[in-house]
């Protein structure tokens, strides 16, 4: 159970959708992860971990506009992804995000510092996924070689040098 205080509770400034104020949240996952997550229609059970633009990320990165700051929150989701790539040698070497949009409520600083690191206290519903981002099958060789070495600071680096792709929820189900 993570316990916060109250000034560590908002996550991001909310942002309008319908009547509900959500936040958008990006979640590390592998492959294996996302094809489960999208089978079931949800992420879970909670807490789920993540990363968004959390008080302590927005003073680190003062300068950087909201653009910037929720890919710096993307970014660090995707290396969290190396760590659960390490733990299921099973699961495709590829990098994967899947952005959500959750009831700002439902989301905590996970540790008040500049990682932007979150825990979202309720399961996530498929309504809730807005998007993901992919490694390229040519990122393969490099996340492999940051997986069996977590510590190889030029693995890691190599991994970084590689973008992305995005996909639309409708297109998850295809990956």
């Not at 316990?3 to 949240?25: F, K, M, Y």
């Amino acid at each position: 159970m993570h316990s916060t205080s109250s000034s560590q509770r908002r996550a991001h400034p909310s942002r309008p959708v319908g009547n509900d104020a959500a936040v958008r949240v990006y979640l590390p996952m592998t492959m294996t992860e996302l094809a489960a997550a999208t089978a079931a229609g949800s992420v879970g059970p909670a807490p789920v971990d993540g990363f968004a633009v959390t008080p302590g990320l927005r003073e680190w990165f003062a300068e950087g506009d909201d653009e910037e700051l929720e890919y710096a929150a993307q970014a660090r989701a995707a290396a969290a992804s190396i760590a659960r790539l390490v733990a299921d040698p099973s699961a495709p070497r590829r990098r994967v995000v899947l952005a959500v949009d959750v009831d700002d409520a439902s989301v905590t600083d996970a540790d008040g510092l500049d990682t932007g690191a979150v825990v979202v206290d309720a399961a996530v519903p498929s309504t809730s996924f807005v998007s993901a981002v992919v490694d390229d099958v040519a990122a393969i060789p490099d996340v492999t070689r940051a997986v069996e070495d977590p510590d190889d600071a030029d693995a890691a680096s190599d991994v970084e040098d590689h973008q992305l792709l995005w996909f639309a929820v409708q297109e998850l189900t295809d990956l």
